[in-house]
């Protein structure tokens, strides 16, 4: 004769405990966005800074520039002027490239909430330095500057001299 198998109360509650906690553990891991890949959004950034956005201003391309200006954009230069979008867009078509071995060094590169960026460092040439901040915000994959902000900007002493 075979004895009826007989759950008991606890052991149906410590299995019922315990299925609960493993799917309540397991359900985030499904349910949440997968984080953005920060490695790609800083790579991203700098190719946009470093290559992209100097590119625009040699080449006096304006598209490209349109491209990495969002179009709120707006720019506080070294003297405190504000700039438009529409007023660099034509500050850029208007007026060719003179620096000499231009070089942008980052100095901070930060991605905050996956959507909003801060970059900031030192550009410099032959003749001149400047520091600049860039507020960035990415829509639809894509990083857009949105503010600008450029100060120190100073002649550098061998350039002085020559004008001179």
């Not at 499904?30 to 950034?45: G, H, I, S, T, Y």
């Not at 100097?54 to 349109?66: G, H, I, M, N, T």
């Amino acid at each position: 004769m075979h004895k009826p198998f007989i759950v008991s109360s606890t052991f149906a509650l410590t299995l019922l405990i315990t299925l609960l906690l493993a799917m309540s553990l397991a359900q985030p891991l499904w349910a949440q966005p997968p984080k953005p890949n920060q490695a790609d959004d800083a790579a991203q950034l700098k190719h946009l800074k470093l290559t992209l956005w100097p590119q625009a201003y040699r080449s006096q391309d304006a598209e490209l520039l349109a491209q990495i200006l969002h179009p709120q954009f707006q720019m506080i230069d070294a003297g405190g002027q504000t700039t438009t979008r529409q007023q660099e867009l034509q500050y850029v078509k208007d007026n060719p490239w003179t620096a000499v071995n231009f070089q942008y060094h980052i100095e901070r590169l930060e991605v905050f909430a996956g959507h909003t960026a801060v970059v900031s460092g030192r550009g410099e040439t032959d003749t001149y330095q400047y520091h600049s901040s860039n507020v960035l915000i990415k829509q639809d994959g894509r990083w857009q500057a949105i503010a600008s902000h450029v100060s120190g900007f100073q002649r550098k002493a061998a350039a002085t001299e020559a004008l001179d």
